[in-house]
């Protein structure tokens, strides 16, 4: 996404896009009038992207105290009434919460910074707001350097931090790994030489101001890193000695787009690049964040958000549609192919037929020579039926043996004495159909078995138990009529008992005779 980089000093404005990691050619805009309307007519070609104002400001304030440890909305009061307090005349202030004292009530370290110079900036500002274009944030120079100072890991250990910018030299130190103030000293030099000497100057400046504000004691250790292109350093490694207490650590633009691990960017001479690179790479909150600025940048953000969403929602509905329309199509591909099928097989169909030779019979006489044999095979008698009810019976009496089975059909005279006998469990006859044509209903059956009860140890008593039980169990079916024709033993009183000398075994066995009528 292309970001619209704004970079701000005392005298003027640069204005760069930045885009898949390339700056595009900066415009320079002086601090006045005519500045302010050509960028005016600048920002007509550039209003759908979104800006980023970096300011690098002499009039840039920092003050470090501590509040009470408080939570929620009483730190928020407190916070917003010190610093209204402090810069009451500015709008672009900020708070940075710094850790908490380690002696006494412990407080909160605060950090409490603001660009008190607000007429430099908002005539920029006016300029973008007419133009309806999204100020993402306004950043500090200062506020970046911590990002660098991390990258140097000198930990908690003083440093004093040192840029060269078109502005002049920004000077920011860093004491147990926070930003206590920052100073740009606008320079007057313009060859690299004089550049080194100046910076020599102000470093000497800087060291003292820190120990007679007691930031550093007198003799205590302190880093002093410039960051500059390779001339200024070749100048000033001769001019800054190592001595006890300060050591130096002087790096080119070179070696400092590798430490900040950076885009390489060829051709470059201050340390502009670095912290527009720095912004535009990484997401970072805006550092002086104001009411008006907010709402444009909300506002901006909504209608993003609208327009993503209505992006989406027409999209989804071209894919809809576009499916609906492949689905449509694939339906009468289909019904095509349908009737197509359907064509080819009553083509078939016909062709078939046409070439069939002419039988003698047709087919309505054919089916009912099907239905005629049918009927016989339905009608047609078989012992199957009461042979399943025998042996569905047999299996609940295992001790009776079966000797012999005989299964016929009765006869014309048999058949009407039978069917007297047996009980009709079925309104239900043949159909009338069969009987027009001459086909028989199914005759009554008749099944006589001859079996024993084994084993017998002369128990008479349970061997009529057994085929009375035997009886039961066969007249369950309703189609059928049991006679016990012998049973194991006659217990009539009119029968006589006899026997047989040497025929006592064959006398003793409980045999018995049935005789089962079955009625379809």
């Not at 209505?310 to 989804?316: D, K, P, Q, R, W």
């Not at 019904?335 to 002419?358: E, F, G, P, R, Y």
Request: glycine share 4%; proline share 5%; aromatic share 8%.
């Amino acid at each position: 996404m292309a970001k619209h980089l704004l970079y701000l000093t005392n005298n003027q404005l640069v204005a760069t896009v930045w885009d898949k990691g390339v700056f595009s050619t900066e415009k320079t805009f002086n601090n006045y009038a005519s500045g302010w309307l050509a960028f005016s007519e600048y920002l007509e070609l550039h209003r759908d992207i979104p800006a980023y104002l970096l300011t690098d400001l002499v009039e840039e304030d920092f003050q470090r105290e501590n509040i009470p440890h408080v939570f929620g909305r009483a730190k928020n009061s407190l916070i917003q009434r010190r610093l209204n307090t402090i810069y009451r005349d500015t709008p672009f202030h900020k708070a940075s919460h710094q850790g908490r004292a380690h002696e006494g009530r412990k407080d909160d370290q605060m950090l409490f910074s603001a660009l008190t110079n607000p007429i430099l900036i908002k005539p920029w500002l006016e300029q973008l707001h007419a133009k309806k274009i999204d100020v993402v944030g306004i950043y500090s120079v200062a506020l970046l350097n911590p990002l660098f100072f991390k990258k140097l890991h000198f930990g908690t250990e003083p440093t004093l931090l040192i840029t060269h910018q078109s502005s002049g030299l920004r000077q920011s130190y860093f004491h147990e790994g926070y930003l206590r103030f920052s100073r740009l000293a606008p320079e007057t030099a313009w060859s690299p030489e004089s550049v080194a000497e100046f910076a020599k100057s102000e470093i000497a400046k800087t060291t003292q101001f820190l120990a007679s504000t007691r930031l550093i004691l007198r003799g205590d250790a302190i880093n002093v890193v410039v960051i500059a292109n390779s001339e200024i350093i070749s100048y000033l490694h001769p001019l800054c000695p190592d001595v006890d207490g300060m050591q130096h650590r002087l790096i080119d633009l070179n070696e400092a787009q590798h430490i900040f691990d950076l885009k390489k960017m060829a051709d470059i001479t201050l340390c502009e690049p670095l912290f527009l690179s720095t912004l535009a790479s990484q997401r970072i909150p805006s550092h002086y964040t104001t009411l008006e600025q907010a709402k444009f940048h909300n506002l901006s953000k909504t209608r993003g958000n609208l327009d993503l969403l209505s992006a989406v929602t027409v999209t989804g509905a071209v894919v809809w549609t576009f499916a609906n329309g492949y689905n449509a199509f694939h339906a009468s591909n289909q019904a095509q192919k349908a009737q197509l099928d359907t064509q080819q097989i009553l083509a078939k169909h016909q062709a078939t037929a046409n070439s069939t030779k002419v039988t003698l019979a047709s087919p309505q006489d054919m089916k009912a020579a099907v239905e005629v044999a049918s009927m016989i095979t339905n009608n047609t008698p078989t012992p199957n039926p009461m042979l399943a009810q025998l042996g569905k019976a047999l299996d609940t009496l295992p001790q009776i043996k079966i000797h012999q089975i005989n299964w016929q059909v009765s006869s014309a005279n048999d058949a009407q004495t039978d069917a007297a006998a047996v009980p009709v469990a079925s309104t239900e006859s043949t159909p009338l159909v069969a009987k027009l044509i001459g086909i028989p209903n199914k005759p009554i059956e008749i099944l006589t078995l001859e079996g024993e009860v084994v084993p017998f140890k002369n128990d008479y008593r349970t061997a009529l138990d057994s085929v009375n039980q035997l009886t039961r169990e066969l007249q369950k079916n309703a189609h059928m009529q049991v006679e016990i024709t012998k049973p194991p033993i006659d217990l009539r009183p009119t029968v006589k008992l006899d026997s047989q000398a040497g025929n006592d075994a064959d006398l003793m066995k409980p045999r018995f005779s049935l005789k089962l009528v079955w009625k379809p």
